[in-house]
């Protein structure tokens, strides 16, 4: 079993940056892929990046490609979303999720069995 927390979530201007993190516990870290999906209201949760469980594979959403990274650190046990140029749009819980496979970053709901609470990400324009 794995536990995510997720944090760096809060309110910043429409073009300015945040860095979401994610701790894992429980079962070795190093051997998930790791995915960041998010939530606006009134929406669907939606796949935004995800990493395989060396790093060196990752998948994003055309919506945030070129703007956010994905990236790990397995020996803090840490996933980490570094988003820029942030738009209202990007208004959401994000969460984090595990998926125990590891070797491809997935895009899908269903193919992660671990999930955070989520962390609210608030773009003002």
């Known amino acids: 079993q794995v536990q995510l927390v997720e944090s760096g979530g809060g309110l910043v201007q429409a073009g300015g940056s945040l860095r979401l993190s994610c701790a894992a516990s429980g079962r070795p870290f190093s051997s998930y892929a790791m995915g960041w999906f998010r939530q606006a209201p009134g929406k669907e949760r939606e796949f935004v990046a995800a990493?395989?469980?060396?790093?060196?594979?990752?998948y994003y959403a055309d919506s945030v490609k070129g703007r956010f990274t994905i990236s790990r650190d397995n020996a803090k046990n840490t996933v980490y979303l570094q988003m820029n140029s942030l738009k209202p749009e990007d208004t959401a819980v994000y969460f984090c999720?595990?998926?125990?496979?590891?070797?491809?970053?997935?895009?899908?709901?269903?193919?992660?069995?671990?999930w955070g609470q989520g962390t609210q990400v608030t773009v003002s324009s």
């Open positions: 999720a595990a998926d125990q496979t590891g070797a491809l970053p997935r895009t899908i709901e269903i193919e992660y069995e671990h």
């Open positions: 990493i395989n469980w060396s790093g060196g594979s990752t």
